[in-house]
């Protein structure tokens, strides 16, 4: 057989579709490890009549979506709401191609030179399908929901791009292998771009139309908002490609700020180094480091969702224009400076006392919750 | 350059945030509500007129489908009127007073704990919901081993109350108060210092002290814009004139300082159900009812007697010609209707996230708006 027919088509595909089993697993152990979680905070069980501990669960939401009828609306624009659902899912299912998930050149599918490029182009095309079946429903709440939808998405691009940046200018490189190597000879990056990890954190909350960021959605507004009109399994990819994206957004920020599949820092630890010197088995291991750190953050997710009210619309505009994005800005303009000077080891210890001070802000002796403002007039 | 379209909306009937059926007919620019219409009647029963085809004992029941959240406050207002009507009230034996008052109390509580769980999930909240029913349950548990129901109690009856308290309940509801404070600072842990939670209920609905007297604004609402005037204190009836409790008032008149009135109301009940225990323990069992007459014939005339209901002031107005059993003519003033007639103008101008808030802020029931 042709080598570079091995090398550029099939060894890729199968490799893909190894890891899209893998990432489909865990979209679909997410939904029950999130309804199981949250359940856990919120002082109720959540699903457990399915199977052990309600595992089967995962299988039994499928089967009922698959089983649904698939109801579309007489005054519906048929093309395009066929569309709304599946668009979302392409780019969703692309960047897993892009992503190493473990030390290369076995767990990438591709190595591409522009990577970050890539991806942040590919998953910004997420919004249209939502904007497609917003409007395509022909229902004012489903618009709203998509207006709203292509609002935030937007403007929440830009300081997810502008928090790349930091990472760009310190690793010196857009791909994604060569960030990740750079963090294992030098210190991850969320110590030194403290302050991109906290925009990127919030800001891929915001893409992913997540509590606080939930708006397009908001159950008590918008009844559903762009998927009011969806049921069955065009409801079921709307979900799916939520879920994908959340995955993506957490294999990024895993990737991008704390050190992808190593777990080792200044060369110590189990660098990539390490890691191959253990053949199948580093690697594998490498790889379970990875989803590890991408679990934490989808539990993140759900802890966001437990605890938070939803932003008024306006607010998070105001949040993502007059905040976060100025504070992208400046993020870039300091670790320029901080390049510049030759001084980039001061960083981490800055990143370092952000970090002891965020902590000694968080778990500061409680205050009695203040009675504000309530006088009691007899 | 863009053809600028006003778009009407209706919200609701069938809407997740309306609780239950209030069609809110919006128009809006965008996010921003132009005006906001509020279409009410969809569960309307014709109680009024019902209750002249019945005795005043039939009537009780039908109270209970009002408000149905808090119905121990419907029934206490009910049967309060048709004894200031007969000029029994001063012959009410204390412990019934005392029942009476707690089970109100507790219904207070249960009530603002089932506003605080829909106004927060309409703001985004989900977990305070799971934690307010956890105690709310409980609440319902002690109405149950009362009355035998959860929600329509018909627990009071013209004269005084159907039943002893069962054995062990006194104890049960006093290790629940003991620990009830700790519960509402574990819902306040969750919101009152948020800060989207302050951001988005901060500076919306605003109502003006003035505003809120013209509106007839009652209740929490009213104490939120800083008027002190609640019916325990201002008209006493029962034994409320023997128990200490403050009055909690708010400031500014916003969403979020009716929210911490209420947070402090639940408060203060848990205090006055407190003082109840001592009070009760020392009233003999059993004597719970007045002696009256076993058929209810009121002299001919008019009463209107209201109490402080969990949503304001529960009126009712009856007519009485003296000679059937059934009243001539009875007229509820139920807080949420009149409460939510300020909607439209407290609306106006804000985005529609906060139409959702301020629907949770007035509490309104809709069997109670519509009867």
Redesign the interface.
């Given at each position: 057989m042709n080598k570079a027919l091995m090398t550029y088509l099939i060894w890729p595909l199968v490799k893909f579709l190894i890891a899209f089993v893998i990432v489909q697993v865990i979209v679909a152990a997410m939904n029950w490890v999130e309804r199981r979680l949250?359940g856990l905070?919120?002082?109720?069980l959540g699903p457990n009549r399915v199977g052990p501990k309600g595992l089967l669960q995962i299988i039994a939401d499928p089967i009922k979506f698959l089983l649904k009828e698939d109801i579309v609306p007489a005054s519906a624009e048929k093309v395009a709401y066929f569309l709304g659902p599946v668009l979302p899912l392409i780019p969703a299912f692309l960047v897993f191609c892009l992503i190493p998930f473990g030390p290369p050149p076995t767990f990438t599918v591709t190595r591409v030179n522009v990577g970050l490029l890539l991806i942040i182009a590919l998953t910004s095309t997420a919004v249209y399908g939502i904007i497609l079946g917003g409007w395509a429903s022909n229902n004012?709440?489903s618009l709203?929901g998509g207006l709203r939808s292509a609002a935030q998405m937007v403007s929440y691009e830009v300081p997810f791009g502008l928090s790349i940046v930091g990472v760009l200018m310190i690793t010196g490189s857009l791909d994604l292998v060569t960030i990740v190597r750079y963090q294992e000879v030098n210190a991850w990056n969320f110590i030194s771009q403290i302050v991109a990890c906290f925009i990127f954190l919030v800001s891929m909350n915001a893409e992913n139309n997540r509590?606080?960021f939930?708006?397009p959605e908001?159950?008590?507004?918008?009844?559903a908002g762009y998927h009011t009109e969806y049921s069955a399994m065009k409801f079921a990819f709307f979900m799916l490609g939520e879920y994908s994206m959340m995955i993506v957004n957490s294999c990024l920020i895993v990737t991008l700020f704390f050190g992808g599949w190593t777990l080792g820092m200044f060369g110590f630890g189990l660098t990539t180094e390490v890691l191959r010197g253990m053949g199948v088995f580093g690697g594998l291991l490498g790889a379970a480091i990875f989803f590890t750190k991408v679990m934490l953050f989808l539990l993140m997710y759900v802890w966001f969702?437990?605890?938070?009210?939803?932003?008024?619309?306006?607010?998070l505009m105001d949040l993502g224009w007059k905040f976060m994005i100025p504070l992208a800005l400046a993020n870039i303009f300091v670790t320029g400076i901080f390049i510049l000077a030759g001084q980039e080891r001061l960083m981490y210890w800055i990143g370092l006392g952000t970090i002891a001070a965020a902590a000694f802000y968080l778990f500061r002796p409680k205050r009695i919750?203040?009675?504000?403002?309530?006088?009691?007039?007899? | 350059m863009f053809d600028v379209q006003e778009?009407e909306?209706n919200f609701g009937p069938q809407?997740?945030?309306t609780h239950g059926v209030l069609r809110v007919l919006l128009k809006i620019d965008g996010?921003r509500i132009l005006d906001a219409k509020p279409i009410i009647g969809y569960l309307h029963r014709g109680t009024e007129k019902l209750f002249e085809h019945m005795a005043y004992p039939q009537c009780i029941p039908h109270t209970d489908r009002m408000d149905y959240v808090a119905s121990a406050t419907n029934n206490l207002g009910f049967v309060e009127t048709v004894e200031k009507m007969m000029g029994i009230t001063g012959n009410i034996p204390k412990r019934a007073q005392l029942m009476r008052v707690m089970l109100s109390e507790l219904q207070r509580i249960s009530s603002h704990l089932l506003w605080l769980a829909t106004h927060?999930?309409?703001?985004?909240?989900?977990?305070p919901?799971?934690?307010t029913f956890?105690e709310r349950e409980q609440i319902l548990d002690f109405f149950e081993s009362y009355c035998g129901a959860r929600l329509t109690l018909n627990c009071m009856r013209i004269g005084g109350m159907p039943d002893d308290l069962p054995h062990g309940w006194l104890e049960d509801v006093e290790a629940f108060v003991d620990k009830f404070e700790a519960c509402i600072?574990e819902y306040?842990?969750?919101?009152?210092?948020?800060r989207?939670?302050k951001?988005?209920t901060i500076g919306i609905g605003v109502l003006s002290p003035e505003d809120a007297i013209d509106w007839g604004i009652t209740g929490p609402p009213l104490r939120g814009s800083g008027v002190?005037w609640d019916l325990r204190?201002a008209q006493p009836y029962e034994c409320y004139p023997e128990l200490q409790f403050?009055?909690?008032?708010?400031?500014?008149g916003d969403t979020?300082?009716r929210y911490?009135?209420r947070m402090?109301e639940m408060r203060q009940s848990t205090r006055i159900l407190k003082q109840c225990f001592p009070l009760i323990r020392a009233t003999p069992a059993g004597d719970i009812k007045a002696k009256i007459s076993k058929v209810i014939r009121p002299p001919e005339g008019e009463v209107y007697h209201s109490i402080e209901s969990p949503k304001g002031e529960l009126g009712y107005y009856i007519v009485s010609d003296g000679k059937t059993q059934n009243a001539y003519r009875c007229h509820v003033r139920p807080p949420s209707f009149v409460n939510l007639q300020a909607l439209p103008a407290m609306a106006k101008g804000h985005?529609?996230?906060?139409l959702?808030a301020l629907i949770g802020t007035i509490d309104i029931v809709l069997g109670e708006v519509d009867r």
């Open positions: 949250l905070f919120q002082a109720r004012k709440y709203m509590t606080p939930d708006l908001a159950e008590s507004e918008l009844v969702r437990a605890t938070f009210p939803r932003f008024r619309f306006d607010q919750p203040a009675k504000q403002k309530v006088v009691h007039a007899s | 778009m909306v809407h997740p945030s996010e927060a999930i309409d703001l985004g909240a989900m977990t919901f799971f934690y956890r600072d306040e842990s969750l919101l009152t210092n948020n989207i939670w951001k988005r002190e204190r403050e009055i909690p008032i708010g400031k500014n979020y300082d911490l009135v402090e985005l529609v996230s906060d959702v």
